[in-house]
């Protein structure tokens, strides 16, 4: 699959912080008509010893939410981890896995964040540079901004703001469940990033379905290279 090497990852950290702000004024937030053809999900999941990691892509219909392809890649992490350049520590991994895949999804959603991030720039943005595609971040748990308190009943939302600019959306997918955190990566809104996120909530688990099979399968094979090697 296409890609452009926009950058190394053999970086410090003032550089990590130029290219971040770099990317930042490249961002173009514009609506996303109608609905894509192909959808893709990405998670990594962390081996125990956190130095190597399994980065999963799974491909859906976006019509009928089934799965076409999914790839991996398992490799060493290189980067540490320092709080807001997770995307230097995991896109290397993740741009392996898109090397491999046959089906080119028109959209792309990440476990992690999207402008929800303190120079705008998360894992969703950054890695929307690379593969020149829509990309949608979806969290979990709360990073930056603040927000009211979302309505207890499913599909209650309110904005998250940080100084001022709107990053991102908390929305609640199950009557009283802990709400996810939407942000727009790059190339699309947040009106369409949520509709396109709501799109995949389904009754198993308050993560949209695209995100939710990428989490298993990276799990699951994490689990089966452990085994392999014990």
Do not use: C
Not at 31 to 59: E, N, S, T
Not at 181 to 190: A, E, K, M, P, R
């Amino acid at each position: 699959m296409n890609m452009y090497a926009i950058h190394s990852f053999d970086l410090s950290l003032d550089e990590m912080k130029a290219i971040q702000q770099s990317l930042r004024q490249q961002i173009r937030l514009t609506p996303y008509p109608g609905q894509p053809k192909d959808v893709a999900g990405v998670d990594l999941a962390y081996f125990p010893d956190d130095r190597r990691a399994v980065a999963v892509i799974v491909i859906m219909d976006y019509a009928t939410q089934h799965i076409k392809e999914a790839v991996y890649h398992i490799d060493e992490v290189v980067q540490e981890y320092v709080p807001g350049f997770l995307a230097f520590r995991e896109l290397p991994l993740f741009l392996k896995a898109w090397e491999k895949l046959h089906y080119e999804p028109d959209l792309v959603f990440f476990d992690g964040n999207g402008m929800l991030h303190p120079e705008r720039v998360g894992l969703a943005t950054h890695a929307s540079f690379f593969i020149d595609k829509p990309t949608i971040g979806i969290a979990k748990t709360h990073f930056i901004g603040e927000y009211p308190e979302p309505q207890k009943s499913q599909g209650s939302v309110e904005w998250i703001k940080d100084q001022g600019d709107v990053v991102g959306a908390v929305l609640r997918t199950q009557d009283g469940v802990k709400p996810i955190y939407v942000s727009v990566g790059n190339y699309i809104d947040l009106p369409s990033a949520l509709r396109l996120t709501q799109h995949f909530v389904g009754k198993e688990s308050r993560i949209p379905e695209i995100v939710r099979q990428a989490d298993l399968l990276s799990k699951q094979l994490r689990k089966q290279a452990l085994a392999e090697e014990a």
